[in-house]
């Protein structure tokens, strides 16, 4: 079936020091068989942590990339530059990326095609913000987010993507969705897909995201439509993310 998956987003948060933590304490740790675990630090420490993860089974993602491979594009990473450093995963459409940089749908979509086109895992972000979900508007901001991308790539692409549901009123503020909340969006998500493509629906692996952390992480993870996490704050603090790793179990 599907392959849990626990992905820690440092965002511009971490050092050298803890790449070398994280590196030792994974080394040693004993983490339930068949899940995987990928940390996402920013982009100077990435060779600082393919080296301190060598050892480990822990995966290497990158929070973002450019459309393009090469070229005028100063202070931009190309998905090319990514692979060169062992990177397997890549962060597309976070919210703050979204908000932040001014990230549309169209942007989204060419960061996933640029992933895909040089073997990375995109990992599309989804959410809808509180004044969305006060005025009962999720599933439709989240299946849009969802379809502009999905719509438009081949089903052996769709295969690829990972599907990271982050309600943007639970980052990085404390207040996790219920387990039955976030179930709730996720398998609506499955649905769509699963009108597309049924096989490729059961396959898609959905990871919830928002102020996860290891007390909650259990309950939300035992969610039947619920393949993992996308944790933020949470997986700066190495004991912690090893616990929500272990409650994937
Ligand atoms: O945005 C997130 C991960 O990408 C979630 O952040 P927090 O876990 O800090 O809420």
Known sequence: MRT???????????????VEAFGRAFAEAELPEGVEVAVFPPFPYLHAA?????????????????????????GEVSGNM???????????GHSERRQLYREGDEEVFSRVLAALSVGLTPVLCV????????AGRTMEVVLRQVGFVM???EPEQRACVVIAYEPVWAIGTGRTATPAQAQEVMAG????????????????????GGSMNAGNAGELLAQPDIDGGLVGGASLKVDDFLAICQSAG
Request: proline share 2%; hydrophobic share 40%.
């Open 151 to 153: 719509s438009r790539l």
């Open 82 to 92: 990514l692979c060169e450093f062992g990177v397997r995963y890549v962060l597309v």
């Open 189 to 208: 998500i499955r649905d769509y897909q699963a009108s597309y493509n049924r096989e490729l629906a059961e396959g898609l692996r959905l990871l919830y």
């Open 50 to 74: 393919q080296n301190a993860f060598a050892d480990t089974s822990l995966l290497l993602g990158a929070q973002s990339l450019n459309p393009v491979h090469s070229g005028a594009h100063t």
């Open 127 to 134: 959410g809808e913000s509180l004044e969305e979900r006060d």
């Open 4 to 18: 849990p998956l626990l992905a820690g987003n440092w965002k511009m948060n971490g050092s050298v020091e803890l």
